[in-house]
Nanobody
Framework: QVQLVESGGGLVQAGVSLRLSCAASGGTFSSYAMGWFRQAPGAEREFVAAINWRGGSTLYQESVKGRFSIARDNAKNTVYLQMNSLKPEDTAVYYC??????????????????WGQGTQVTVSS
């Protein structure tokens, strides 16, 4: 069983940067591809970014390409989401997730096996 704990969310102004972290425990971190999703009020949970076990393959939602960057540190069992040039429409609860298929990156929510509790990101205009 893998436990995932997100941190780093907060209330920020548009245009600034924020880095989210997701610490994993209870499993072999490098056995998982990792993803970030987000859910705005009244909306479905949507894919943001994903990274494979070694970090050699990444995938992004079109609206965050060039602004967000996903990375992982297997020695620290942590995955990061660097968010730059934040916009009010990025406001959401951000969740990290683990997919027990380490090589392939996917945007499909149902492919992920474990989820964290989420961290709130609010971007004011």
């Amino acid at each position: 069983q893998v436990q995932l704990v997100e941190s780093g969310g907060g209330l920020v102004q548009a245009g600034v940067s924020l880095r989210l972290s997701c610490a994993a425990s209870g499993g072999t971190f490098s056995s998982y591809a990792m993803g970030w999703f987000r859910q705005a009020p009244g909306a479905e949970r949507e894919f943001v970014a994903a990274i494979n076990w070694r970090g050699g393959s990444t995938l992004y939602q079109e609206s965050v390409k060039g602004r967000f960057s996903i990375a992982r540190d297997n020695a620290k069992n942590t995955v990061y989401l660097q968010m730059n040039s934040l916009k009010p429409e990025d406001t959401a609860v951000y969740y990290c997730a683990a997919d027990y298929k380490p090589i392939v990156v996917t945007r499909t929510r149902s492919e992920y096996d474990y989820w964290g509790q989420g961290t709130q990101v609010t971007v004011s205009s």
